[in-house]
T-cell receptor, first 113, second 111 residues
Framework: DAGVIQSPRHEVTEMGQEVTLRCKPI?????LFWYRQTMMRGLELLIY????????DSGMPEDRFSAKMPNASFSTLKIQPSEPRDSAVYFC???????????FGPGTRLTVT | QKEVEQNSGPLSVPEGAIASLNCTYS??????FFWYRQYSGKSPELIMS????GDKEDGRFTAQLNKASQYVSLLIRDSQPSDSATYLC???????????FGTGTRLKVLA
């Protein structure tokens, strides 16, 4: 069974550009989580969805960040405009309801120059 | 006070020894606890989950939970160089489905 799929795996962009990260959760999983990982701040939850509905977006750093989940098999995290301080690894994870176990995708390494 | 605390390490142990990793948490109502292993440049991989006080064993790994002391630990028996990684403790606060992660403990197993 395929795990969580993320694309692209690496993204290099210039400050001010729009960045879109993509995630396909494990089939049948009801929850989807977006995380950001940096050396300074560790692994931070940005937002999570249940059945395609955003439940908690309190970790989204500012209005430049937005996330959508148009259907059960696809989610996007968009940064517009991007800034150098957004450089990090962004992970998507999914979970089946009542299991409480999250499974992570391979991540997208974002570099904003 | 951080919600989930781990010693950043590195924790160095010789091959074949027992590695002991510790984690404390602040939300007394937390119900679910997890250990993830993360190799450099890779994503976190779930290795253990524990929900009840006591020990839970899976192969060379044992998770220990003490809710009264708000403490969860991971023991790795017969440590191998391939166990060298960062180990992340995650806690599920009461009433939510989200995790709070610790900053991780870097483990080095010396051959």
């Amino acid at each position: 069974d395929a795990g969580v799929i993320q694309s692209p795996r690496h993204e290099v962009t210039e400050m001010g550009q729009e960045v879109t990260l993509r995630c396909k959760p494990i089939s049948g999983h009801d929850y989807l989580f977006w995380y950001r990982q940096t050396m300074m701040r560790g692994l931070e939850l940005l937002i999570y969805f249940n059945n395609n509905v955003p439940i908690d977006d309190s970790g989204m750093p500012e209005d430049r960040f937005s996330a959508k989940m148009p259907n059960a098999s696809f989610s996007t995290l968009k940064i517009q405009p991007s800034e150098p301080r957004d450089s990090a690894v962004y992970f998507c994870a999914s979970m089946q309801e009542n299991s409480y176990e999250q499974y992570f995708g391979p991540g997208t390494r974002l570099t904003v120059t | 006070q951080k919600e989930v605390e781990q010693n950043s390490g590195p924790l160095s142990v010789p091959e074949g020894a027992i590695a002991s990793l510790n984690c404390t948490y602040s939300d007394r109502g937390s119900q679910s606890f997890f250990w993830y292993r993360q190799y450099s440049g890779k994503s976190p991989e779930l290795i253990m989950s524990i929900y009840s006080n006591g020990d839970k064993e899976d192969g060379r790994f044992t998770a220990q939970l003490n809710k009264a002391s708000q403490y969860v630990s991971l023991l790795i028996r017969d440590s191998q160089p391939s166990d060298s990684a960062t180990y992340l403790c995650a806690v599920n606060p009461s009433g939510t489905y989200k995790y709070i992660f610790g900053t991780g403990t870097r483990l080095k197993v010396l051959a």
